[in-house]
C-alpha cells in the first residue's frame, strides 16, 4: 500500500504542542469554557441512542470549599464569561503569535503537482466554476482508491500539517487537527449524539436523506447565503428544521468545535479571513436581519450532515467563495484507518479524517468526498464556509451587477470590471506559505529578510 507517511520534525515536541493546542483552544476562552463545563453536567438526552463515551464535563471543575465562595465565583465566572462572550461576537478571537507558531510545521506533508492557479475559478474571482460535472463514483472504498493510484496520507487527526501546490508552495489544504485536551474530544462525543439525535428526531423524508452529494444522510445548510436563484443575501430558510439547527448553533459543544474551526481559518489565512471579516461586517450593518449561525465565527453559513453514516460524493461547492477554505469537520466514533478518509480528487490523495478534528479546504475548487465507514460505525460532519455570492454582494456596492451597471457611468462601471479580472491573482496573493506564515508570527525582530539576489 502506497503511504505517505507523517514524520515528525526534529524540533517537534509533543509535550510542547500539547500546551499551545489547548493554549490556542483555550485562549480568551477560559471562563467560557468553565461555563460551557458547567452547562455540559445536565446528561444529555437519550445518552444510551449510540455508543459514544459522553462523560460529564462537570469533572473538569475543581471542586469549591464553601458553597458561598462557589456562588460568587460563579457569579463572577458568568459576568466574566458573558462579557468575554460580547468582545469575542464583535471581535473574533484572537490569535496569539507565539502559540500559532508552536502549530505551523517545518515542512509540508505533501508537495501536490497542482497548482492552485490553474484551479476551476469563475472569471470574476468570486466563485468555482460550475461545470455540471466533478464527480467521482459513486462511492470510493480505500481498495478502489488505491486501485486508481490514489495515495493514502496518514494523519493523527492532531497533529497540524499541509499540502502545499507545487511551485508556489501557497497553501493548498490545511490539516489544522484539534486540541489535545481529552475534553475535547468529550465535547465531540457529545456533539456527535445531539447531531444524530437532532436527525432522529426530525423524521428526515427519504427525498431528503437521498441528495446529490450523499445517498441515505440528510444534510442541511444554515446561516446567510447569496448566490445563484437569490436575488440579495438572505437567512437560508429550512421551515420546520429552523428550531432544530438553532438549537445545534447554540449547543455548547457544536460551538467549541465551530471556534476551533474559525481559530482555525484565521491563524492559517489570516488575510483571506480577514478580507471576509471585513466585508460581512459591511454587509451585517447593512441589513441588520442577516443572522450568521454561531456570532462568534467569521463564517455565514454552516452545514449539518446527520448520518448516521455520512459519505459524500465527490464533489465541488462551486459557490462558495473561491479564495476561502471550507472547514469540515468530522464526529462520530469509525476506525479512521478503514474509512471516513477525506479525498481530494486533483490531488489523488485520500486523507485519514479522525473524529473531532478539522480541516481546511478550498471547497468550491477542489474535487472532495469520503469514503464509507464500517458498518455499525457512526460518521458525522459539519462544515462552516462562505458563499462567494455574499463578498460579490458587498464589492458591488449592495447592488446586483446588472442594477450596478445601469447607475454608474460607463467609464466607472468598466474600471469595476477590470477589477474584477484581477480579482482571482489579487486573491492568490492571500495564501500563506510556510515561510510566509511563520515570518507573519515572528517576533520583528526575528523575521527572516532575504537578501535581494546581487547578479
Ligand atoms: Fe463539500
Known sequence: MARVLIASAPEFDLGELIRTALALDCEELDESESLLAEDAQAPAQGASAMPLTAQGAGAVLPPAAHAGEEKLQSRKNLRRSSKRKREKAEQGRKVRPEAALKYIPKAPILESVAEIVHLPVTSCGYQGLNEGKGHLEETYTVEELLKLGFTEIEWDGVTPQVIVAGQAEKFMIVMSGRPLDPTYQECQARAAQKILQAGEAAGFLP???????????????????????????????????????????????????????????????????????????????????????????????????????????????????????????????????????????????????????????????????????????????????????????????FQTQARMQQRLSKKAFLDKMKLKEMRWERGLEKIYMLDRLKNKYMPPEEVLVTAPCAC
Not at 447569496?226 to 420546520?240: A, D, V, W, Y
Not at 471585513?278 to 454552516?302: M, W
Not at 468526498?369 to 457512526?378: H, K, L, Q, S, Y
Not at 455574499?390 to 456596492?397: E, S, Y
Open 207 to 397: 427525498e431528503e436523506l437521498d441528495h446529490p452529494r450523499a445517498s441515505n444522510s440528510a444534510a442541511l445548510n444554515h446561516g446567510i447565503f447569496h448566490g445563484q436563484g437569490t436575488p440579495h443575501p438572505l437567512n437560508l430558510s429550512n421551515g420546520c428544521r429552523t428550531q432544530l439547527l438553532e438549537e445545534l448553533c447554540s449547543d455548547p459543544d457544536v460551538c467549541r468545535m465551530a471556534e476551533f474551526a474559525d481559530a482555525s481559518f484565521k491563524t492559517w489565512s489570516p488575510e483571506v479571513y480577514e478580507e471576509i471579516q471585513r466585508k460581512l461586517e459591511k454587509l451585517y450593518a447593512r441589513d441588520p436581519s442577516l443572522s450568521k449561525p454561531f456570532p462568534f465565527s467569521v463564517y455565514p453559513c454552516t452545514a449539518f450532515n446527520f448520518g448516521p453514516q455520512v459519505c459524500c460524493k465527490g464533489h465541488r461547492d462551486s459557490s462558495n467563495y473561491a479564495i476561502s477554505w471550507c472547514a469540515i469537520q468530522a464526529l462520530g466514533q469509525f476506525n479512521p484507518r478503514r474509512g471516513g478518509h477525506l479525498v481530494i480528487k486533483e490531488l489523488k490523495v485520500f486523507i485519514q479524517f479522525p473524529a473531532g478534528s478539522t480541516i481546511l479546504i478550498p471547497s468550491a475548487l477542489l474535487t472532495h468526498g469520503n469514503t464509507p465507514v464500517e458498518d455499525g460505525e457512526v460518521r458525522l460532519s459539519f462544515t462552516q464556509f462562505c458563499p462567494g455570492g455574499l463578498i460579490r454582494w458587498v464589492d458591488n456596492n
